[in-house]
């Protein structure tokens, strides 16, 4: 019985420690992204939302940046790619919030945004749908507010549609 207990709580171990080693390669890649200043950036104004997307020289989509404005704010989609998969996905929503007067003055308007909620998904396998979600802060309740992968589908063809064109 105490063999037997060793053993899954190496197992358990082990499969802790695989999944943290796969998080700090994922966010190693994502640094590099960031940090790369040779990735050509195209910029797309649409109808309610910007998109910018971020390719390396060989016109891979490596970073895709969706900017959406609502009433009571903006939503922000960030994409990381590695190939044609998305590593990690970060959905911010931020509200605007009124400046004192004196703030304002300074920074020249009377309205500035404030992050209120993320929630950041570190794909571990895009295929089996496999991630490792971390939500910080609270939704304001509107039902523009989405996390789901499949939202990530449709902004990566939009983007590759975009670049093609």
């Not at 390719?55 to 940046?65: A, F, M, S």
């Not at 404005?69 to 509200?95: A, C, H, R, W």
Request: proline share 1%; hydrophobic share 35%.
């Amino acid at each position: 019985m105490k063999n037997t207990l060793t053993i899954i709580l190496i197992l358990i171990r082990f499969l802790t420690f695989g999944q943290e080693k796969k998080l700090t390669e994922i966010d190693n890649e994502v640094n590099s992204i960031d940090k790369d200043s040779i990735l050509t950036i195209k910029e797309f104004n649409l109808e309610n939302h910007t998109l910018k997307v971020w390719l390396n020289d060989k016109n891979q989509i490596l970073k895709i940046v969706e900017n959406r404005n609502v009433n009571y704010g903006e939503i922000k989609s960030t994409i990381y790619l590695k190939g044609t998969k998305p590593i990690k996905t970060i959905e911010s929503e931020n509200i605007y919030f009124y400046l004192t007067d004196s703030l304002a003055k300074i920074k020249g308007y009377s309205i500035d945004l404030r992050e209120e909620y993320t929630a950041t998904s570190y794909i571990i396998n895009w295929n089996k749908k496999q991630r490792k979600l971390i939500i910080t802060g609270k939704p304001t309740g509107e039902s523009n507010i989405s996390f789901e992968l499949k939202k990530y589908e449709g902004i990566i063809r939009k983007s590759e549609k975009l670049i093609s064109e």
